[in-house]
């Protein structure tokens, strides 16, 4: 990770005041994101911009935001906001991150962060070069109960972990035009589904040195089915599978030597955990605050004066979209933005 040295941060951290946010985009999972920095001490949304202003206006209205744009940029030169929350569909999230970075504003992008290896890179890059905070909205790794199963994996509460299993099939009904199928809007499991068990495999047991993918396209070529299957350099073997047609359960289980813990519930915001040993059997809620976590982690960043999150490295986020790109040109699933061709 490269940090400033705690003396010297990149740029003066928010003490005193709350973080002012910036919305940029007001679709879906937008939505979920004022709520939470509603919900949480040391924020505020002081501005939001989409495509059209007349729905921006409503945005901002159903949640009280002083500020609202019918367009970006206006946003991203709003003197007043700290921190720009990039929600569009992810082929936008490149440009639009790359603009905020160059307006000297910190980002939270939503995951992933971009469609490619090497834009996730130059974004990260853009960032570190700016001296601004620029994470990834993987909201699952700064939740309690995820972290408190990583430090028991990590301090060797199961023994040497020797395999972990995930599974998330979300079942959406086919619509080519859906954000979910449209390769021209990024569509495909893997990275909009596939990346949280695919993330979660990574942070508990390690990255692959060996990749295996089976899958399947739905007509408009987008990847619907996919099962990963990687052996990490510690011997360890991850079981992954995705589906944005079908419906199942999303338990995980990483089982090790000394005993096994499995997650219960969707695996972005798990309700709790079971570790076994033996006879004994230990179970952990969560606390189901979902999103609040990462705008309280965002916050936490920003008044220490960080330019990444220690709970989500860009070296890891980096590492995860090579296995999504990876697991992508296996099954010949190309982006029309990607200029480079696969299988080179
Ligand atoms: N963290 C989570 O749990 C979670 C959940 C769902 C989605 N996501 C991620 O969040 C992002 C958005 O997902 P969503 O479900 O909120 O999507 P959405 O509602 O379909 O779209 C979000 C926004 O993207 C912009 N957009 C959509 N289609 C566009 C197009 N063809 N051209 C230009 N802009 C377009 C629009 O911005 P305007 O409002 O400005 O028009 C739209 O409101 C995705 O990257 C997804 O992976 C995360």
């Not at 679709?27 to 939001?48: K, P, Q, S, W, Y």
């Not at 002083?66 to 946003?75: A, F, H, N, T, V």
């Not at 995980?252 to 499995?262: L, N, Y």
């Not at 519930?265 to 979902?290: A, C, H, K, Q, W």
Request: hydrophobic share 40%.
């Amino acid at each position: 990770m490269q940090q400033p040295p705690s003396s010297a941060p990149a740029y003066p951290p928010v003490h005193d005041r709350p973080v002012r946010w910036g919305l940029l985009a007001a679709g879906g999972i937008a939505h979920a994101l004022a709520e939470a920095i509603a919900a949480v001490d040391g924020g505020e949304v002081v501005a939001v911009a989409a495509r059209d202003g007349g729905r921006a206006r409503s945005f901002a209205e159903e949640y009280g935001i002083p500020r609202s744009y019918g367009g970006y940029e206006e946003l991203m030169q709003d003197p007043e906001v700290d921190v720009v929350y990039i929600s569009s569909t992810h082929p936008f999230h490149r440009d639009q991150a790359l603009a905020c970075i160059a307006a000297g504003k910190h980002v939270l992008v939503e995951k992933p962060t971009t469609l490619t290896v090497r834009d996730t890179e130059e974004v990260f890059e853009a960032a570190r070069a700016a001296g601004v905070l620029a994470v990834e909205a993987m909201w699952m790794r700064f939740q309690p109960v995820v972290l408190d199963v990583l430090d028991r994996v990590r301090a060797g509460e199961v023994g040497d972990v020797r395999s972990f299993h995930a599974a998330f099939p979300v079942p959406f009904a086919y619509d080519e035009t859906h954000r979910l199928f449209d390769l021209a809007n990024g569509g495909g499991a893997l990275l909009d589904l596939g990346i949280y068990p695919v993330t979660l495999a990574h942070l508990l047991v390690g990255h692959p040195t060996h990749l295996h993918v089976l899958g399947s396209t739905v007509p408009t070529g987008a990847d619907a089915l996919v099962a990963l299957q990687w052996m990490t350099e510690g011997g360890a073997v991850v079981q992954v599978l995705t589906d944005s047609r079908s419906h199942g359960t999303t338990e995980t289980v990483v089982r090790g030597t000394e005993g096994s813990i499995t997650l219960h519930g969707p695996i972005n915001n798990p309700t709790s955990f079971t570790l076994r040993r033996g006879e004994d059997e230990e179970r952990v809620e969560g606390d189901r605050r979902g999103y609040q976590h990462q705008v309280e982690e965002v916050h936490r960043c920003l008044r220490e004066g960080l330019l990444e999150s220690p709970l989500a490295p860009h070296a890891d986020t980096v590492a995860i979209m090579t296995i999504l790109e990876s697991a992508r040109r296996e099954l010949g699933v190309r982006y029309p933005q990607e200029d480079a061709p696969l299988h080179t």
